[in-house]
């Protein structure tokens, strides 16, 4: 008989040869305590935080946590249901209409996760018969929500508007289309031609659906996103975000102007077949939005954060995903997995924590060091940052 676990050998053969070297794991970090946006002690260190996608700091907020309080002494620990069922409390609606007026829409639906929403919003409005046309860096929730959804999955070249257009122009006159974008790429923190791509997206009678987890909140006039900074808001059919960066809880959603959007709620699994979030969560998360309308200073000083940490890495002899600064995310080449992952430990020895990713996750086999930084970063910790960085890639032969 076959184990079923065999197809997962080469990586616990990579896993185990990394470890071999009395390594740290760089996936099983554990925080036993958080003291807040930007520190934490980290197996038995204290660390600054620097992969935590806590971009806006609001985690400790506290107005955010006397709301999640509040709601958890007033309406319990969870709704035990679906959203279609019991699961719908004043919160959820309360939320749900804070992001209405953080984007300037008609329509808001919350899901659990981010994950979900992607998978929900996909799986639904993109079927079989249709066509989904998608940057073949997009993440995981996008990919799994085209397989569930079993659309016609057509991948351009990452951020590529020409190689976009001519797969829009092979799809069957009369199908359906999905032109799926985000509007900043986790893994090297660039982020999309927006404007010229959701223009050719129109003009090939395609629907537009934006991803913009890693910008909303700090990129933008008001926070909402790549879409806006380009001015092309207005003509994406859907926005997903996520409450578990810059919002700093749990949850996913949508927003949209389409008139018939609020059908999704009886027709989408991933939203009706599961618990709504805590109403702590959704009270945190409903908080936590109606102040990132009114955090210019805070997006602000985020701006400047990314601008000295991409500089001072750069002049040191590290090698960045972008040459500029585009968002939040500044990603650190490494030569190897076994470098990357001996770096993310001389790190980590320095007091900083930052994300290891590998490939299958990366872009083109690359091995990260993904750092994120937050609002609450003071100018003095990302000097830190940066002596940390240099003393780390000395010792390991990086620089």
């Not at 859907?238 to 949209?256: A, D, L």
Request: a negative charge; hydrophobic letters at 40%; glycine letters at 10%.
């Amino acid at each position: 008989m076959g184990d079923l676990f065999d197809k997962f050998q080469p990586i616990i053969d990579l896993r185990a040869g990394l470890l071999s070297t009395g390594a740290e794991d760089p996936f099983s970090l554990v925080m036993e305590r958080v003291i807040s946006p930007t520190q934490a002690v980290c197996n038995g260190r204290e660390t600054i935080l620097l992969g935590t996608y806590n971009y806006m700091g609001m985690t400790f907020d506290p107005d955010v946590i006397a709301a999640g309080k509040q709601a958890l002494d007033e309406f319990g620990a969870g709704t035990t249901g679906s959203r279609v069922l019991n699961g719908t409390y004043a919160g959820h609606k309360a939320v749900e209409e804070a992001l209405k007026e953080f984007y300037g829409m008609d329509h808001a639906m919350v899901f659990s996760t981010g994950y979900q929403a992607n998978l929900g919003i996909i799986s639904t409005v993109a079927g079989k018969g249709d066509y989904i046309v998608l940057d073949i860096d997009s993440h995981a929730s996008i990919w799994d929500g085209c397989k569930l959804g079993d659309a016609e999955v057509v991948p351009f070249k990452h951020n590529d508007i020409e190689a976009m257009e001519k797969r829009l122009k092979r799809i069957p006159e009369g199908a359906g289309k999905l032109v799926i974008l985000e509007g900043v790429y986790s893994m090297l923190g660039d982020i999309a031609p927006l404007k010229e791509m959701i223009k050719v997206a129109k003009d090939n009678g395609a629907m537009v659906l934006v991803d913009e987890a890693h910008s909303m909140g700090f990129i933008g006039p008001n926070g909402r996103g790549v879409a806006e900074d380009q001015g092309c808001l207005d003509d994406v059919d859907f926005v997903i975000g996520t409450f578990s960066k810059s919002v700093g809880t749990v949850g996913g959603f949508c927003v949209s102007n389409h008139p018939k959007f609020e059908i999704l709620r009886l027709v989408c699994r991933p939203y009706v077949f599961t618990a709504s979030l805590p109403p702590s969560v959704v009270a945190t998360a409903c908080t936590s939005i109606r102040k990132l309308m009114h955090a210019g200073n805070k997006r602000a000083h985020l701006w400047e954060n990314s601008r000295v940490l991409h500089k001072g890495l750069k002049d040191k002899g590290f090698q960045l995903g972008t040459e500029t600064p585009q968002s939040a995310i500044i990603a650190v080449i490494m030569p190897d997995l076994e470098r990357g992952a001996a770096m993310w430990e001389a790190l980590l020895k320095e007091g900083l924590y930052v994300n290891l990713a590998r490939p299958p996750a990366t872009p083109a086999g690359m091995t990260l060091l993904r750092c994120s930084l937050c609002a609450e970063h003071t100018a003095e910790q990302v000097q830190t940052i940066i002596g940390m960085f240099e003393r780390a890639g000395t010792k390991v032969g990086i620089i």
